[in-house]
Nanobody
Framework: QVQLVESGGGLVQAGGSLRLSCAAS????????MGWFRQAPGKEREFVAA????????DYADSVKGRFTISKDNAKNTVYLQMNSLKPEDTAVYYC??????????????????WGQGTQVTVSS
């Protein structure tokens, strides 16, 4: 059974950086697209970034564009989220996820079928 396991969260000051990792475990892993979402207390889960598993094309939320970079290592079945110039409003639990469908909207979390347990990112001012 495939699982997604995130790591790399923590506490950082505003302006700092963190790198999140998401490793897929299991004998076989396939995906059309991998995404990062985040959820702050009292708010809905929101899209952060996505990357096509085979094509490597990427998309970002406007709020993180230019600061965050999503990447992957297919050989390791791992997706990364490099977060620079962090702001207090980036504080949230970050989740990685898998989308199998090619035509469903990457920005909507309900189009993803597999989720990690989440990792807390806290940015202090």
């Amino acid at each position: 059974q495939v699982q997604l396991v995130e790591s790399g969260g923590g506490l950082v000051q505003a302006g700092g950086s963190l790198r999140l990792s998401c490793a897929a475990s299991g004998r076989t892993f396939s995906a059309y697209e991998m995404g990062w979402f985040r959820q702050a207390p009292g708010k809905e889960r929101e899209f952060v970034a996505a990357i096509r598993w085979s094509l490597s094309s990427t998309d970002y939320a406007d709020s993180v564009k230019g600061r965050f970079t999503i990447s992957k290592d297919n050989a390791k079945n791992t997706v990364y989220l490099q977060m620079n110039s962090l702001k207090p409003e980036d504080t949230a639990v970050y989740y990685c996820s898998r989308k199998m469908g090619a035509y469903s909207d990457y920005r909507n979390y309900y189009n993803y079928d597999l989720w990690g347990q989440g990792t807390q990112v806290t940015v202090s001012s």
